[in-house]
């Protein structure tokens, strides 16, 4: 049998820059340690988020030459809906600039102050959208999900045992929504199954409360579906998407991720009233409902990415080039998230750098040391990600200390892959040296992940 190659040519290039291990010593150390803080010309393979990063088609730049930019009625966007409902199935939409602006839209319409927003491990931008209406959002994710090394092919499953305790506990009235994320970026880009979309929506129904997902990678999740569940190994990607919109009320979406665009998102539903309330805060916020804070001909190459996305070529050849990095790590014994997930690789740093303490942001510690050796810019989900409680201000420690390299779409070759993962082992064979981490000398209140300055201890 012949291997396997990528079912894409490259039409253009972008030159990307090599520097020495010093020369990170001192740009890491002027970032005050926060690679937020980097110049991108400072980082050689930039795994930072596979967020508004890939590499746009030839198709989606030709849809960019005939946008049309007109204030109303714009044609790019009626292409767009068009695609929307096509893939969605949703009678509504209304476009806003990004994913999380999506979320302000939504919430504005539906959460308010001491609500209770379930979902299987909240994004931080949908969180932070629920804490800052001082509402609270409650992860019910299934346990296996904490366990990085056990294998269970749906970990960003609902528990329906945790779901329906938080929905006997709290009144209808007080749960304005539930949001399933697909894949689930924060246990690990996990996917959920259509058994668990179906018992959740069932659930849902029962109780009388909305479900919405979070559909930033939903692409991704339906091939996992098509991959790992009975029943749905002949069906195509495009219908499987569909069958797990159909369980649904609405969605909200960063298009910067599955929509194969740089910038963008939407809001899509069925409730004529929901759509009504948050048509008044779309304006407010984003624009007018024609375009909603994208140019016409961002929401054209759009329409053409979502149809891409969708698409079972696209995808496995970038889903699987997340597993080849993530197979050739688990192959030198490097401590990930498995089985691996759909965007991006998460380390265990738990596992990887034991011996700095949880109170020295070890997960940050190793993100810095992968940076310094390689020049690969990840990013911590760990404790500097999870804030403070609200109340009580005290660090909250998860229980995961992650460090996240998330592969950007169509952007690296496989040649990329196995630099990154050389640098990882090197890390990994020399990890008890690494004994000490940082601590913070200024955050912001809140999302303070972007901003903080740390020094070494
Ligand atoms: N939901 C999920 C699951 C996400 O991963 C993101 C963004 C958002 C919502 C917010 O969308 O960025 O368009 O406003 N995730 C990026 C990441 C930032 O790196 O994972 P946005």
Redesign the pocket.
């Known amino acids: 049998e012949l291997p396997y190659a990528e079912p894409y040519k490259i039409k253009m290039v972008e030159s990307i820059n090599r520097s020495t291990k010093e020369q990170r010593l001192k740009w890491i150390k002027k970032a005050n340690y926060n690679l937020f803080n980097l110049t991108s010309d400072k980082v050689f393979i930039d795994l930072?988020?596979?967020?508004?990063t890939g590499a746009m088609s030839d198709k989606q730049w030709a849809e960019m030459m005939i946008g049309d930019e007109s204030y109303a009625g714009s044609s790019s966007f009626l292409k767009l809906k068009k695609t929307v409902k096509k893939i969605t199935g949703f009678k509504y939409f209304l476009p806003t600039h990004?994913?999380?602006?999506a979320?302000n839209v939504l919430f504005s319409a539906l959460v308010k102050e001491g609500d209770i927003v379930p979902g299987n491990s909240h994004?931080d931008?949908?969180k932070g959208h629920i804490e800052f209406r001082k509402a609270t959002a409650i992860d019910c994710t299934i346990d296996e999900a904490f366990d990085t090394s056990k294998i269970h092919p749906f970990k960003g499953n609902i528990d329906i045992q945790k779901l329906k305790s938080v929905f006997k506990k709290y009144p209808a009235k007080k749960i304005p929504l539930v949001i399933l994320?697909i894949t689930?970026?924060?246990s690990g880009g996990q996917p959920v199954s259509v058994q668990n979309v179906k018992e959740v929506s069932k659930l849902c129904k029962q109780y009388n409360v909305p479900l919405f997902f979070?559909s930033?990678?939903f692409a991704e999740n339906a091939y996992f579906i098509k991959k790992r569940e009975k029943g749905y190994e002949s069906k195509t990607i495009k219908e499987i998407a569909k069958e797990v919109f159909s369980y649904g009320d609405g969605m909200?979406m960063?298009?910067?991720?599955d929509g194969l665009v740089n910038m963008g998102?939407f809001i899509a539903l069925n409730s004529k009233e929901i759509f009504k309330q948050a048509t008044v805060f779309n304006i407010m916020f984003e624009g007018f409902i024609t375009y909603g804070g994208m140019n016409g001909r961002d929401m054209g190459a759009l329409a053409i990415g979502l149809d891409e996305a969708t698409e079972f070529n696209y995808l496995e050849s970038r889903v699987e080039q997340v597993a080849y990095l993530g197979n050739k790590l688990v192959e030198f014994g490097v401590p990930v998230q498995q089985p691996i997930g759909g965007h991006a690789i998460f380390l265990d740093a738990n596992k990887f750098v034991p011996n700095i303490p949880r109170e020295e942001y070890r997960a940050q510690a190793l993100a810095i040391e992968i940076y310094v050796v390689g020049g690969i810019r990840g990013?911590e989900i760990g404790t500097v990600l999870a804030d403070r409680d609200p109340i009580t201000r005290e660090n909250r420690y998860p229980e995961l200390e992650l460090v996240?390299l998330?592969v950007p779409r169509r952007t690296y070759s496989n040649n990329h892959m196995d630099y990154i993962a050389v640098a990882l082992k090197n890390i990994y064979d020399t990890r008890n040296e690494a004994k000490t981490g940082y601590v913070i000398t200024e955050e912001a209140p809140i999302m303070r992940h972007f901003t903080t300055k740390f020094k070494k201890v």
Not at 98 to 101: F, K, S, V
Not at 254 to 257: E, F, I, L, T, V
């Open positions: 930072l988020t596979d967020s508004g990004q994913g999380r602006a979320e994004f931008t949908t994320t689930c970026n924060s979070d930033a990678r909200t960063s298009a910067k991720k998102g990013v996240r998330a």
